[in-house]
C-alpha cells in the first residue's frame, strides 16, 4: 500500500502520483483514500474529473464500492490551471479520458507546489496504452499498479476486456459491458473476438458476391 512521503525539502515543489490498472481494480478507490487521508491533514484538496464521465454522478468521483468523493467536472486539460489554483493536494480521475495536454498541465501543477494524484486505466479493452497514462506514468515521482481478480480463472487481472461488440476505443461501462481477465484469459478472448469479427466479414463477402 502507498504510504505518504515526507513533505519535499524545497516546498516551491510538489509531485506527481498515479495510480493505474484495468477495471474493477480499485484505482478510483485508492484515489479516494489518499485525499481523505489529505484532508485529515489539513490539507486544501481538489479534486477533477473528466465531463463526459457521468457514469455514476455529475459532481462527484465514485468507486464500484460506491466510496465517493466530491469532485468537479472538466471540459479539458487547460482548465485546471486555472480551476487548481489555492489548493494543495490535486485529484483526477479518469485521467485516461484527457486530452494530451493534461502532460504539460500535472507538471505545471507539481512544479508550483502541489501533490497530484492520478487515477486511470493503464490501457484500453485491446490492451494497447490508454491515453496520456504512459506519458503521466513516465513523469510521475510514484506509480501504483493496482489489479483486479480475473472473472475466470481466479488470478490477478491486469486486462479490462469488452463483452459489448463495440469497437470504438471508448464506451463508458460497468460489468455488462466489461470483464476484468488476467492474461491468459485476455489472449483466449480476444482470440475469440477477433475469429467471429473475421467470420462475420467472410459472410458479409460471400453474401455480397452471391
Known amino acids: 500500500m502507498f504510504l505518504e512521503q515526507a513533505p519535499n525539502n524545497d516546498a516551491s515543489y510538489g509531485w506527481i502520483e498515479v495510480i493505474c490498472g484495468s477495471m474493477f481494480s480499485g484505482k478510483t478507490e485508492e484515489l479516494i483514500r489518499r485525499l481523505k487521508r489529505a484532508e485529515l491533514a489539513q490539507q486544501k ?89 504512459p506519458q503521466l506514468m513516465a513523469t510521475a515521482e510514484y506509480v501504483t499498479k493496482v489489479h483486479a481478480i480475473c472473472s475466470q480463472t481466479g488470478r490477478l487481472a491486469q486486462y479490462s476486456y469488452r463483452l459489448d461488440p463495440n469497437d470504438d476505443i471508448v464506451l463508458l461501462g460497468e460489468t455488462q459491458e466489461y470483464q476484468a481477465l488476467s492474461r491468459a484469459a485476455f489472449v483466449q478472448a480476444m482470440q475469440e473476438r477477433n475469429s467471429k469479427i473475421a467470420e462475420q466479414g467472410s459472410g458479409s463477402s460471400d453474401t455480397t458476391s452471391a
Not at 486555472?82 to 485521467?95: F, H, K, N
Not at 501533490?115 to 493503464?122: E, H, K, M, N
Open 45 to 133: 484538496v481538489a479534486v477533477f474529473k473528466p465531463s463526459m464521465d457521468q457514469r455514476y454522478a455529475q459532481n462527484n468521483v465514485v468507486s464500484h464500492d460506491s466510496n465517493e468523493f466530491e469532485a468537479l467536472a472538466v471540459n479539458n486539460a487547460h482548465e485546471l490551471l486555472t480551476r487548481a489554483q489555492g489548493y494543495e493536494v490535486i485529484g483526477l480521475d479518469e485521467a485516461q479520458f484527457f486530452d494530451s495536454e493534461i502532460v504539460a498541465v500535472c507538471n505545471t501543477l507539481a512544479n508550483e507546489g502541489m501533490r497530484v494524484i492520478i487515477a486511470g486505466l493503464d490501457m484500453d479493452f485491446k490492451g494497447v496504452p490508454f491515453g496520456p497514462m
